[in-house]
């Protein structure tokens, strides 16, 4: 696909910028996270250099195709002027040519008031494409994985390049599946496996060592013949577990399950546990953490690996002391990841969350802050807007 490097000869052009400025923000309308704004800095600033006009495209929350107030995005100016130190303007519909707009960088009002967006049909993509626009960027690696108008449309419609957070995304997800250093292993943490059954059946093809951790590893568990007490388990994953386990043996992957947890009899911070082996775990308590002897194991796979790729909490991390395991893990990850041995790309929502309060978030070599995204690209699956950035390249 094209990239930032190959635009030449842009001045007094317009440009349309997806982004994705779906922030999070208080109740005081204020931003709690700027991570995204900050990752689009480079983009808009290399655009404004070139001296092309820039329309910025982004949703905000989940309108549902009306124009809705409360999802306007008109707030946000000020803290893209504050945080990118460039003028920002606001034009309060994306359908409206930005060009007689005072400022060269102008924010659109959220694409997501109009029905035509999310149903990517051919007049939406016109319409915002409106004649006036020359070039599409999408610097938004985080909606990619949508079909809709502002991300796959455009890129059909008009000469189309990828920004340089999403390309500095694919390069770090390319270096985790596609083509990376062996041996690669995969942390999969968190809740359930019925929301992650096809991250699984993607990894085990793709990854040398499969770690298990969190809820999941006691669903796991419990299929092998383990009683696992109070603790969460989707006892109807059986077979799905079973199947996991025989495509692994296909392609050669070895599955790492804990072989202890830490057993408290309620969910709560600072309730009372014992570290048991997952073999006796007691009747009326529930695991909530790996347990130190796993925790061990685990730090001397990953001294052995050259990558590895995260997702998911290895227990209840936002509970003391279940945030234990998740913690040392990502200290240690984070370690080897300094000094060179290893590298971590790690993503999706809740493991950002735990790497941040582990102090690490900065000391992977990528974490990705997309959600959805982040685990459809696990899923081994095609992402239509990458696809429509690949294809206006080989058109070309
Ligand atoms: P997910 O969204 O699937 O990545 O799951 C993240 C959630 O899994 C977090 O809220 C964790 O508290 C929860 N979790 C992880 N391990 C456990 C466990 N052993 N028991 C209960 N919840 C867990």
Known sequence: MKTLNDLKGVKGKLILLRLDLNVPVDDAGNVTDTTRIDRA???VLALKKKGANVAILSHFGRPKGQKDMAYSLSFL???LEKQWGVPVGFIDDCLIDPKGSDTQITLMENVRFYEGEEACTPDFVSKIAGGHADIFVNDAFSVSHRAHASTEGLAHA???YAGFAMEKELDALNDALGEPERPVAA?????KISTKLDVLYNLVEKVDILILGGGMANTFLYALGAEMGQSLCEKDMKDQVLSIFEKAEETGCSIMLPMDGKAAEEFKAGAVYDEVPMTAVPENRMILDAGSQSVEAIKSLLSQCKTLVWNGPMGAFEIEPFDGATNDIARYAAQLTK??????????GDTVAALAKAGVVNDMT???TAGGAFLEWLEGKDLPAITALEMMDEEE
């Open 187 to 191: 942390i999969v943490g968190g809740a």
């Open 158 to 160: 008009l000469p189309s």
């Open 339 to 348: 000094a060179g041995s290893l590298k971590t790309i790690a993503g999706g």
């Open 366 to 368: 990528y974490v990705s």
């Open 41 to 43: 800095k480079e983009t």
């Open 77 to 79: 100016p000020s803290v």
